[in-house]
């Protein structure tokens, strides 16, 4: 069994910064595309980055510029560096993992606020 782990979310004010973190078990883990979306109330839950297993990165278009995912598989965590925050961002933000098909595992999410 699988599980994705995220932690670092809180609140900041707008132009601040978050890291978020996302702790996978299973020695597999570091093989598979690692990807971070996020949830707005009454909002469709929104593509925000992802990570290959060898590094190659997407991000969607609204945070492009501003956010950087990375990865540690010797630790087995992915990571969400968030700068220049912006109230929009406030959602709670899941990491799931890509097996190829489908988005087969998610954590339970950490929720973002950004005050203006």
């Known amino acids: 069994q699988v599980q994705l782990v995220e932690s670092g979310g809180g609140l900041v004010q707008a132009g601040g910064s978050l890291r978020l973190s996302c702790a996978a078990s299973?020695?597999?883990?570091?093989?598979?595309?690692m990807a971070w979306f996020r949830q707005a109330p009454g909002k469709e839950r929104e593509f925000v980055a992802r990570?290959?297993?060898?590094?190659?990165?997407q991000y969607g278009d609204s945070v492009k510029g501003r956010f950087t995912i990375s990865r540690d598989n010797a630790k087995n965590t992915a990571y969400l560096q968030m700068n220049s925050l912006k109230p929009e961002d406030t959602a709670v933000y899941y990491c799931a993992r890509y097996n190829g098909a489908n988005y087969d595992y998610w954590g339970q999410g950490t929720q973002v606020t950004v005050s203006s």
């Open positions: 990570i290959s297993a060898v590094g190659i990165k």
């Open positions: 299973g020695r597999t883990s570091s093989v598979y595309t």
